[in-house]
């Protein structure tokens, strides 16, 4: 009955940029904070972004300065900016949200893939 739904995946040029948004719908209890991890073959799931219901965000090392978080809370949608992709970035982004309950839920994924 909750869903989070991901989109704005792709192909891009290295360089290039993309958006990816994740919008929460269904019986979900009030929403905290709101990320986005990201796992490539061979390689565990890490997180890439996070921003609490306050607006303070945390971002991985390696996208710092690239990367930017922000959240829509009329529309239960968190967003990723992504600006300067490098080959490095291509994964699988989940989105995941955590609420007050301390209960979690992850998106189905969408794929990011950057060319050199």
């Known amino acids: 009955q909750v869903q989070l739904v991901e989109s704005g995946g792709g192909l891009v040029q290295a360089g290039g940029s993309l958006r990816l948004s994740c919008a929460a719908s269904?019986?979900?209890?009030?929403?905290?904070?709101m990320g986005w991890y990201r796992q490539a073959p061979g390689k565990q799931r890490e997180l890439v972004a996070a921003?609490?219901?306050?607006?303070?965000?945390n971002y991985a090392d390696s996208v710092k300065g690239r990367f930017t978080i922000s959240r829509d809370n009329t529309k239960n949608t968190v967003y990723l900016q992504m600006n300067s992709l490098k080959p490095e970035d291509t994964a699988v982004y989940y989105c995941?949200?955590?609420?007050?309950?301390?209960?979690?839920?992850w998106g189905q994924g969408t794929q990011v893939t950057v060319s050199s």
């Open positions: 269904g019986s979900i209890f009030r929403i905290n904070a």
């Open positions: 921003i609490t219901s306050g607006g303070s965000t």
């Open positions: 995941n949200v955590g609420t007050v309950r301390a209960r979690y839920y």
